[in-house]
């Protein structure tokens, strides 16, 4: 299996700019993670989807971010007007309910840069 | 709620000699408990978890994993550390019941010296 694939692996954008971030999840996997790394904060959940379903978006900073799962093999992560504070690694992961641990398998990132 | 505590920002070690990184956590009921390495400009990677049973887990790169209920803990070991395990380890937990969601701690920097 090819894993988790995410596009681009780097993008430097503008402030002000829209920003879309895409993930392909693993073959058969029905939930998929979006997570954000910083320096200072970590890694944080941003939201998670189950069989395509937003479950937990309480992590999305502020409504300048909004992601989409319309199918079971591709989400993307929007950001709409980018700012220099979302500069950040972005990581897509998926996990299976067929397995009863659910541990998850990220993808590469994308490391996102705002000017 | 579910947690991580990884205590230690850094630990060095020098190659050769045994490595451990700490982990407790806190979660209702019983844990199903997992270790990810990031090596540097890498997505993370699973490492080992625990399920049930024998407290004693083995994963890649001759990682393991104790698993210990009464101190809460899941310390991660390897007995001769390599200058190639100098990564960022992650603890994760969830629940047996509940969402599906990870509560990762903030990761643990380990620099393996030659």
């Known amino acids: 299996d090819a894993g988790v694939i995410q596009s681009p692996r780097h993008e430097v954008t503008e402030m002000g700019q829209e920003v879309t971030l895409r993930c392909k999840p693993i073959s058969g996997h029905n939930s998929l993670f979006w997570y954000r790394q910083t320096m200072m904060r970590g890694l944080e959940l941003l939201i998670y989807?189950?069989?395509?379903?937003?479950?937990?978006d309480s992590g999305m900073p502020e409504d300048r971010f909004s992601a989409k799962m319309p199918n079971a093999s591709f989400s993307t992560l929007k950001i709409q007007p980018s700012e220099p504070r979302d500069s950040a690694v972005y990581f897509c992961a998926s996990s299976s309910s067929e397995v009863i641990t659910y541990e998850q398998y990220f993808g590469p990132g994308t490391r996102l840069t705002v000017t | 709620a579910q947690s991580v505590a990884q205590p230690e920002d850094q630990v060095n070690v020098a190659e050769g000699n045994p490595l451990t990184v700490k982990c407790t956590y806190s979660?209702?009921?019983?844990?199903?408990l997992f270790w990810y390495v990031q090596y540097p400009n890498r997505g993370l990677q699973f490492l080992l978890k625990?399920?049930?049973?024998?407290?004693l887990v083995k994963g890649s790169y001759g990682f393991e994993a104790e698993f210990n209920k009464s101190q809460t803990s899941f310390h991660l070991k390897k007995p001769s550390a390599l200058v190639s395990d100098s990564a960022l380890y992650f603890c994760?937990?969830?629940?047996?019941?509940?969402?599906?969601?990870?509560?990762f701690g903030k990761g643990n920097q380990v620099v393996v010296i030659p």
């Open positions: 994760a937990v969830r629940g047996h019941y509940g969402n599906n969601r990870l509560a």
């Open positions: 979660v209702s009921g019983n844990p199903y």
């Open positions: 625990y399920i049930t049973g024998d407290n």
């Open positions: 989807f189950n069989n395509n379903v937003p479950i937990d």
